[in-house]
């Protein structure tokens, strides 16, 4: 026999059980899909440079994040990745990556919060998959491997930010000027 109660076998006067509050448990934000929404893969220099790679590359990386509205809550999220590797002053390859995702915020945020979801939180989880992309693309290109170090989101976000104090407080000041002189 067995010790399981089947809703049937219940004692009469037994409350049924409750499923748990999946609010409580329910992510604050779920990334729909995710995709390549533009990539490029250079080798400008083949087959000559794969002759030159004793010496180590050097590599120069930009990263940008941009977010499109598409509704209230939901947005696509750009990681747009450059890679770019120098081998004696000759381009050994270049490339051009943006991944991108569908991003739906479930609950209600200040815009300050659904910004840092959006700016550091998506990408921090797309990041990982377009880090996988590159490292295909250059093994694919004939070279080792590239494997992105991780990407400090909050760091870049915080830079972005400070960037923007400092270029309101420039413009702020080139129009007192500006004003100055004009009543002048």
Known sequence: MSDSQTP?????GAAP?????????????LVLTQYVKDLSFENPNAPVIFGQTQSQPKISISVDVRVNAIQEKLAEVILALKVEAMVNDKNAFLVELEYAGI?????????????RKFLIEVPSMLFPFARAI???LSRDGGFMPFLMTPIDFE??????????????AQS???????EEGAAS
Do not use: V
């Open 172 to 178: 702020a000041a080139a129009g007192e000027t500006s």
């Open 8 to 12: 049937e076998s219940q004692s009469p």
């Open 17 to 29: 059980a409750t499923p748990p509050d999946r609010t409580e448990h329910e992510p604050d934000l």
């Open 155 to 168: 760091l870049l976000h915080r830079q972005r930010q400070a960037r923007a104090a400092a270029q309101a």
């Open 134 to 136: 590159i490292a295909g």
């Open 103 to 115: 991003a739906n915020l479930t609950k209600e945020m200040t815009p300050e919060e659904s910004e």
